[in-house]
Every structure is written in structure tokens, then in C-alpha cells.
């Protein structure tokens, strides 16, 4: 089967713009989790969407948002973006239910300038 | 304030010895550990994990310890091979479904 997929892989943006990230996860998986990963503090969690509702957040900033789809497909988007929100950033998905497992896709790595 | 720490940053092996990579946690309700591995230029990929009612499980060359009373496990690979050099993240799950992970150690596989 199909696996995670993040577009677009590569992206580079100004100081002050807003970014969307997309993500489709693996068919039949309904929870999509997003991460940052930055070469000081490795992956950190941003939020997790489950059935289209956001049921867990990490402890980033108000401008870092997103959305998931009836189809399960998430959207994260950042805006104002700043310098330091330069990094890889990561998709998970998961059934939601038992299997501890996340399936990861490839990363959008953003560089803003 | 991290849940889920790996103190090494990088760990050096000769091939064929083995790898014992550490991870230490604060949270008693996790209730998996999973272990992580990635190459550069993508995702991380599930290597092996461990229920916390567990406190060993095996995978090949790969075998995790838990050990809950001093909230610490380790990943054993054995024999490490070139193929092993990369990030291996732990990671930690909480009952709702909430994934911490730590900041990576990197394996270096010398020959």
C-alpha cells in the first residue's frame, strides 16, 4: 500500500509569509500526527488530528496551525513565519486505535530567509 | 521540561560489535517505548517497540530492555553492521495516543 506522503519536499519562503504543508497519509489511516524536527532539539510534536479534530497539541506558538480532512488528508500551516521556523517538518499517520506504530513520510524542509 | 531523553548525541561502534543505545523517560503513564531509525533525507522508520508490562523484546539483531523501575531502556544491536549508521530516535507513547520522542542519538559504524 501507499505510503505517507508530504508535498512539497522542498520549500523556501520570506520572513513574514504564511507556508501550508500537505500530508496523505496510508488509506485507512484516520490520525495524522505532525512533527519539527530541528538539529538542536530533534522531533518535537506540534498537534495530532484524529477524525478531522485536533485531539492533541504541542507547545508551539499560535501561528502553527492546521487541519484534517473527511478524507484524512491534514494540512499544517505556519504563518508570520520567522527565521528559527526553518526545519524538517514531519507527518505521521496511524490507525488511532491499537498499533502503536507511525508511519512517517519523506518532510516538507522549509528554509525561511 | 523533556519526557523523553537520549543523553548521547552520537555513538561511535566497530562493525560486528554490538550498539547499546539509552533512553531515559520521567512519565510513568507511558504505556509503549518505541525505537525509531533515519537515514538523511527521510522519515524515520519503525524499528522495534515494547509494551510497558514488557521488559524485553527481541527483533532479530535488535533487542529493547525496558526497565521501569529506573524509567530507562536501551536498544541492543547486535552484531552492529554499516547498513546500522543513522539517527535512532526513542519515543515514548502516552495513553491518548500522543507520541514524545527524543532528540536522536546518531550511530556511527566504523569498519
Known amino acids: 500500500k501507499a505510503g505517507v506522503t508530504q508535498t512539497p519536499r522542498y520549500l523556501i519562503k520570506t520572513r513574514g509569509q504564511q507556508v501550508t504543508l500537505s500530508c496523505s497519509p496510508i488509506?485507512?489511516?484516520?490520525?495524522v500526527s505532525w512533527y519539527q524536527q530541528t538539529p538542536g532539539q530533534g522531533l518535537q510534536f506540534l498537534f495530532e488530528?484524529?477524525?478531522?479534530?485536533?485531539?492533541n497539541k504541542g507547545n508551539f506558538p499560535g501561528r502553527f496551525s492546521g487541519r484534517q480532512f473527511s478524507n484524512s488528508r491534514s494540512e499544517m500551516n505556519v504563518s508570520t513565519l520567522e527565521l528559527g521556523d526553518s526545519a524538517l517538518y514531519l507527518c505521521a499517520s496511524t490507525t488511532g486505535g491499537i498499533i502503536t506504530e507511525a508511519f512517517f513520510g519523506q518532510g516538507t524542509r522549509l528554509t525561511v530567509v | 521540561d523533556q519526557q523523553v531523553k537520549q543523553n548521547s548525541p552520537s555513538l561511535s561502534v566497530q562493525e560486528g560489535r554490538i550498539s547499546i543505545l539509552n533512553c531515559d523517560y520521567t512519565n510513568s503513564m507511558f504505556d509503549y517505548f518505541l525505537w525509531y531509525k533515519k537515514y538523511p533525507a527521510e522519515g524515520p522508520t519503525f524499528l522495534i517497540s515494547?509494551?510497558?508490562?514488557?521488559d524485553k523484546n527481541e527483533d532479530g539483531r535488535f533487542t529493547v530492555f525496558l526497565n521501569k523501575s529506573a524509567k530507562h531502556l536501551s536498544l541492543h544491536i547486535v552484531p552492529s553492521q554499516p547498513g546500522d549508521s543513522a539517527v535512532y530516535f526513542c519515543?515514548?507513547?502516552?495513553?491518548?495516543?500522543?507520541?514524545?520522542f527524543g532528540k536522536g542519538t546518531r550511530l556511527h559504524i566504523l569498519p
Open positions: 488530528y484524529f477524525s478531522e479534530t485536533q485531539r
Open positions: 488509506s485507512g489511516h484516520r490520525s
Open positions: 515494547i509494551s510497558s508490562i514488557k
Open positions: 519515543a515514548a507513547r502516552l495513553r491518548d495516543d500522543k507520541i514524545i
